[in-house]
Structure formats: structure tokens, C-alpha cells
């Protein structure tokens, strides 16, 4: 692994259902986030872990969930889907040096 | 509330110059980044300012002033790589980044 890997690369999900978007990096950076972003709207936090065992909520938290149980690895789960969550989610690291962000291949879910 | 404003799309010349403005309220200031994303593919990063005055890397260059909540993005030498969406963020008061929506530059022969 170098950098970010995201899985699935793209999803097709029917309403209701659970989906678990993971997320890992091999950067060992702190910091990870989550991201949605939609036509026409910036990027948007999701949620965020400023180091492992540690989780907050950011500007859209609602109707997902994250967890950390270590360093790589930082999964997004929709506990149940709704169309508005259909998007392109991208999870990010940050080393915490300059506070640039890593950004991996992004996630295309799709939720019908 | 907090809010970042750029263009929603410019056009340029092969070989050109570009400028790309930036305009931010927020709560509190960490820094201004600027990011690149080509269509389907993630953001990367390009710069980041800090302080006020430019910020030269190649043909790119970034430039802020935090009095004015302003910032813009220079871009030499245009080549049709160049063509992708930059993204202008800043860096609010809790070290949680806010996203502007993004200009796309289309770079014409």
C-alpha cells in the first residue's frame, strides 16, 4: 500500500440497507477524515479522528458513523441508506506537518 | 456562519496566464490551502499560505491576505494539463477545514 486506499471504488446500494466504506492508510498519520462531496458544493466533513481511539462529529454527521480502533484504519458506515446520502466520499490524512491533507481515490455510492 | 466564495468556472488560453480568486469568512484562521482535482480523481494539494504575501512553487503561485479574506491562485505557462477543478480551503478555528465549492478552468488550444 502507498498512501490512501479506499474500498469499494464504487457501489450500487438499495435504501435501507448497511454499507461499510473502508478506508486505510499506511502513512501513519494521526489524523484521518471523511468527506463527502456533491455537484456543485465543497467538500464536506463527515466525520473525524484527530488520533486512534478517538472520534468527533463534523459538519454532516447524520445518518453515519465511524470508528477507530488503530492508526490505518478508518471506516464509514451508513447504518441505513437513504438517497441523499448518494455522493462521492473521499477519506483524508494529515501528518499534521503544514496540515496538508492526503486525499484517497474517493468512494462513487450510489443508493436507490 | 462560514463561507468561501470563487468562481464557479473560468476559461483560458494554452500558454496564458490565469488568475483564480478566493474570498473566505470564517470562524477563526489556521491557514488557506489550495488543491487541484482533475475530474473523477481525488484532490492534491498545491499550496498552502499562512502568512500574508505570495507563495511562489514552479508555475504556480498563491498569494493571501488575511485582512481582506483574500486569496487567489496564479497560474503560469498554461498547458492543457492544467485543465481540472482547484479547490480554495481554509482552515477554521478547530483545524477542521472548510471547502470552497470550486473552480473549474478549462484551457482552450
Known amino acids: 500500500i502507498a498512501g490512501i486506499t479506499q474500498a469499494p471504488t464504487s457501489q450500487i446500494l438499495a435504501a435501507g440497507r448497511r454499507m461499510t466504506l473502508r478506508c486505510t492508510q499506511d502513512?501513519?498519520?494521526?489524523?484521518m477524515y471523511w468527506y463527502r462531496q456533491d455537484l456543485g458544493l465543497g467538500l464536506r466533513l463527515i466525520h473525524y479522528?484527530?488520533?486512534?481511539?478517538?472520534?468527533g462529529k463534523g459538519e454532516v454527521p447524520d445518518g453515519y458513523s465511524v470508528s477507530r480502533a488503530n492508526t490505518d484504519d478508518f471506516p464509514l458506515t451508513l447504518a441505513s441508506a437513504v438517497p441523499s446520502q448518494t455522493s462521492v466520499y473521499f477519506c483524508a490524512s494529515t501528518s499534521g506537518e503544514n496540515n496538508e491533507q492526503f486525499f484517497g481515490p474517493g468512494t462513487r455510492l450510489t443508493v436507490l | 456562519g462560514q463561507n468561501i466564495d470563487q468562481p464557479t468556472e473560468m476559461t483560458a488560453t494554452e500558454g496564458a496566464i490565469v488568475q483564480i480568486n478566493c474570498t473566505y469568512q470564517?470562524?477563526?484562521?489556521?491557514?488557506l490551502f489550495w488543491y487541484q482535482q482533475h475530474a473523477g480523481e481525488a484532490p492534491t494539494f498545491l499550496s498552502y499560505n499562512v502568512l500574508d504575501g505570495l507563495e511562489e512553487k514552479g508555475r504556480f503561485s498563491s498569494f493571501l491576505s488575511r485582512s481582506k479574506g483574500y486569496s487567489y491562485l496564479l497560474l503560469k505557462e498554461l498547458q492543457m494539463k492544467d485543465s481540472a477543478s482547484y479547490l480554495c480551503?481554509?482552515?477554521?478555528?478547530?483545524?477542521?477545514?472548510?471547502w470552497g465549492a470550486g473552480t473549474k478552468l478549462i484551457i482552450k488550444p
Open positions: 480551503a481554509v482552515m477554521d478555528s478547530n483545524y477542521q477545514l472548510i
Open positions: 502513512m501513519r498519520h494521526n489524523a
Open positions: 479522528s484527530n488520533t486512534a481511539g478517538t472520534t
Open positions: 470564517t470562524s477563526g484562521f489556521n491557514g
